[in-house]
């Protein structure tokens, strides 16, 4: 027979797995009844508490690391928004007088899952960032089955119970707005892969925006590209080659968008003149590419500030938390968006 998880104790009791949690280690913001419910249920499951977890939260056998996995396959070293994200988490958990702990799964690892066990087993991180999160992430399940502390960058699917950090789902209507006032209706998206949970908010915010004018046309044109510049330039070639090219193009990242600047030149298509063009994240080469490039902010020391602010309390207390920390972007209108012309 399995053991009894936590999540097992939440599911019979009828509770969420952060309010269990906060109940059986008997947090002060939890009503008595609950605190009795859970601890009930939990005896009448035989639920015993995770020994990795607890030793994680024994103060004397805390290692002062947190943990971060970089999947080597979708995130590179010298992605700006990244390399900008980790410097600041480095530098927000210095201050807080924990070490970032940066490595990569080893080559013979099986799934997503096994570098967490190890790291886990091996009590060699107090917590973890998650970053690249997919809609349906089996770590999320598993450092929630375990109780261990941990913030993920993008929310996966409508999973919750956990501390994560993300843009808000309205981040891609300003954008959409400047557009519509230049006059573009036939607008195209430079999507990154759905699977992932950043990727799916962003391209439901853009699909939201998108939908709210019914003056735009009502057949999106949205390309599912990749994360980088390549990628953004094989699709945007696509899209300008194709019947009923957009006027316009809206990239879910900005190395995505530089790809499509690329693409233009190539194909003799002027930009803003015959093809306007936003990204996302406001990296350094957008304000000093040709032409400078018109994007959502969205700040990567902001965003790693954040995912080690929400990591502490988790961290402190012991137990999962549910906050939700959104980042509100804002456009930056420069020189790559112009009227549309027939």
Same mark, same amino acid.
């Given at each position: 027979?399995?053991?009894?998880?936590?999540?097992?104790?939440?599911?019979?009791?009828?509770?969420?797995?952060? *309010?269990?949690?906060?109940?059986?280690?008997?947090?002060?913001?939890?009503?008595?009844?609950?605190?009795?419910?859970?601890?009930?249920?939990?005896?009448?499951?035989?639920?015993?508490?995770?020994?990795?977890?607890?030793?994680?939260?024994? +103060?004397?056998?805390?290692?002062?690391?947190?943990?971060?996995?970089? +999947?080597?396959?979708?995130?590179?070293?010298?992605?700006?928004?990244?390399?900008?994200?980790?410097?600041?988490?480095?530098?927000?958990?210095? *201050?807080?007088?924990?070490q970032l702990q940066l490595s990569t799964p080893a080559s013979g690892d099986t799934g997503l899952v096994a570098p967490y066990d190890e790291a886990v087993r091996q009590r060699r991180v107090d917590g973890f960032v998650l970053l690249r999160t997919l809609v349906d992430d089996p770590r999320v399940d598993f450092l929630l089955e375990r109780e261990i502390p941990f913030v993920a960058f993008g929310r996966p699917g409508d999973a919750y119970g956990f501390a994560a950090v993300e843009a808000s789902r309205d981040a891609f209507r300003p954008a959409?707005?400047?557009?519509?006032?230049?006059?573009?209706?036939?607008?195209?998206?430079?999507?990154? +892969? +759905?699977?992932f949970a950043i990727a799916a908010h962003r391209l439901e915010s853009f699909m939201s925006a998108l939908n709210a004018d019914r003056s735009l046309a009502t057949e999106p044109m949205v390309r599912v590209?990749?994360?980088?510049?390549?990628?953004?330039?094989?699709?945007?070639?696509?899209?300008?080659?194709?019947?009923?090219?957009?006027?316009?193009?809206?990239?879910?990242?900005?190395?995505?968008?530089?790809?499509?600047? *690329?693409?233009?030149?190539?194909?003799?298509?002027?930009?803003?003149?015959?093809?306007?063009?936003?990204?996302?994240?406001?990296?350094?080469?957008?304000?000093?590419?040709?032409?400078?490039?018109?994007?959502?902010?969205?700040?990567?020391?902001?965003?790693?500030?954040?995912?080690i602010e929400e990591l502490l309390p988790v961290l402190q207390a012991g137990a999962p938390s549910h906050r939700q920390r959104l980042i509100e972007p804002a456009l930056v209108i420069r020189s790559s968006t112009g009227p549309s012309r027939p």
């Amino acid at each position: 027979m399995s053991r009894v998880t936590l999540k097992d104790v939440a599911r019979e009791a009828g509770l969420s797995v952060t *309010q269990v949690s906060r109940a059986l280690n008997d947090h002060d913001d939890v009503a008595e009844s609950t605190k009795a419910h859970a601890r009930r249920v939990a005896a009448e499951l035989d639920y015993v508490p995770n020994l990795a977890a607890r030793r994680l939260q024994d +103060p004397e056998l805390r290692t002062g690391s947190i943990g971060v996995f970089l +999947p080597s396959d979708t995130l590179r070293f010298s992605d700006p928004f990244f390399g900008d994200l980790l410097s600041s988490m480095v530098i927000a958990a210095g *201050q807080a007088g924990y070490q970032l702990q940066l490595s990569t799964p080893a080559s013979g690892d099986t799934g997503l899952v096994a570098p967490y066990d190890e790291a886990v087993r091996q009590r060699r991180v107090d917590g973890f960032v998650l970053l690249r999160t997919l809609v349906d992430d089996p770590r999320v399940d598993f450092l929630l089955e375990r109780e261990i502390p941990f913030v993920a960058f993008g929310r996966p699917g409508d999973a919750y119970g956990f501390a994560a950090v993300e843009a808000s789902r309205d981040a891609f209507r300003p954008a959409i707005d400047h557009l519509r006032n230049l006059g573009h209706q036939r607008i195209a998206c430079l999507a990154e +892969p +759905p699977q992932f949970a950043i990727a799916a908010h962003r391209l439901e915010s853009f699909m939201s925006a998108l939908n709210a004018d019914r003056s735009l046309a009502t057949e999106p044109m949205v390309r599912v590209a990749g994360f980088h510049e390549q990628d953004g330039f094989r699709a945007a070639a696509e899209l300008l080659t194709g019947p009923d090219r957009p006027t316009a193009i809206v990239a879910l990242n900005d190395l995505l968008a530089l790809g499509a600047l *690329q693409a233009a030149d190539e194909l003799g298509i002027s930009v803003p003149g015959q093809l306007s063009v936003v990204g996302f994240d406001d990296i350094d080469a957008a304000r000093l590419v040709t032409p400078p490039l018109t994007t959502i902010r969205q700040s990567a020391t902001d965003v790693g500030t954040a995912l080690i602010e929400e990591l502490l309390p988790v961290l402190q207390a012991g137990a999962p938390s549910h906050r939700q920390r959104l980042i509100e972007p804002a456009l930056v209108i420069r020189s790559s968006t112009g009227p549309s012309r027939p």
